[in-house]
């Protein structure tokens, strides 16, 4: 295959796996929320949100 086709696809590929990593690190996030709201809640709230 053409090096520079290889280089190309290569790019590509790396481009979307930090964009789906960059997605997956925004849902982490929004699952855990805000780590000062969290920080209030009371003890079972806490459980229940686990």
Same mark, same amino acid.
Request: aromatic share 4%.
């Given at each position: 295959?053409?090096?520079?086709?290889e280089?190309?696809?290569?790019q590509?590929? @790396?481009?979307?796996?930090?964009? +789906?990593?960059?997605? /997956? !690190?925004?849902?982490?996030? @929004?699952?855990?929320?805000?780590? +000062?709201?969290?920080? /209030? !809640?009371?003890?079972?709230?806490?459980?229940?949100?686990s």
């Amino acid at each position: 295959m053409n090096a520079e086709l290889e280089y190309s696809i290569m790019q590509h590929h @790396a481009s979307e796996l930090r964009q +789906a990593a960059a997605e /997956h !690190r925004r849902a982490r996030q @929004a699952r855990r929320g805000d780590p +000062a709201e969290r920080r /209030h !809640r009371s003890v079972i709230a806490r459980l229940f949100a686990s």
